[in-house]
């Protein structure tokens, strides 16, 4: 029985899908059927690392692709594919394990105090909890070319990387600039 009451993945698992993750993101090709293989091993983890889930879709794209190919066909993965992978690389470790039980209210933002903003052209910035945290940013180089949708996406994942930590358990209600995000 878990103390901490969340489910984990154990680490001779973690291990199999590092050096498995490492593989792919180095190889030039691998075979549909390591392919499919691999990715019912990351469809599996997901259920523990919640952020991977977000990770899928263009994986589980090409798995749709080449569903009807033969088993040893051999499968050239994208750029952004790899970039996935790569992601995956960087959740196994710290989001590894899923709480059984969360809080069942989202904390509102007026007490949780979670904001985030954008502009176009100067920067970014995010407001967090009763103590007052800050931080704010200016964009440097093509970063002033992306769409306002990323640039508001940007500031909310810098906000959850910085303070995320402080939200175990918790369900969370973010706010910012805007309703496309």
Same mark, same amino acid.
């Not at 549909?32 to 879709?57: D, H, N, Q």
């Given at each position: ?6 489910? /984990? ?12 993750? &490492?593989?792919? +993101? !180095?190889? /030039? ?35 749709? $692709?080449?569903?009807?190919?033969? /088993? ?23 989001? *590894? ?6 809080? &069942? ?13 954008? !502009?176009?052209?100067?920067g970014w910035g995010a407001y967090y909890g009763k103590e007052g945290r800050w931080m704010q940013g ?9 769409? #306002? ?8 994942? +810098? ?8 939200? *175990? $358990?918790? /369900? #969370?209600?973010?706010?910012?600039? *805007?309703?496309? +995000?």
């Amino acid at each position: 029985v878990s103390r901490v009451m969340e489910a /984990r993945l154990p680490e001779d698992k973690l291990a199999d899908i590092r050096e498995l993750l &490492q593989h792919l +993101v !180095s190889s /030039r090709a691998t075979t549909a059927a390591s392919l499919e293989s691999f990715f019912g091993k990351l469809s599996f983890a997901a259920y523990v690392i919640t952020p991977g889930r977000t990770f899928m879709r263009r994986l589980w794209d090409v798995a749709g $692709r080449f569903s009807k190919a033969p /088993r040893h066909y051999r499968i050239v993965l994208s750029s952004e594919c790899k970039a996935d992978l790569r992601w995956w690389q960087q959740l196994l470790d710290g989001w *590894n394990g899923k709480a059984f039980f969360l809080y &069942q209210e989202v904390t509102p933002a007026t007490e949780l105090g979670l904001y985030t903003d954008a !502009s176009g052209s100067i920067g970014w910035g995010a407001y967090y909890g009763k103590e007052g945290r800050w931080m704010q940013g200016h964009w440097q180089g093509d970063a002033v070319t992306h769409s #306002i949708e990323f640039k508001e996406l940007y500031a909310v994942l +810098v906000a959850c990387c910085t303070w995320g930590h402080q939200w *175990n $358990r918790l /369900r #969370i209600a973010i706010y910012c600039g *805007n309703q496309a +995000v």
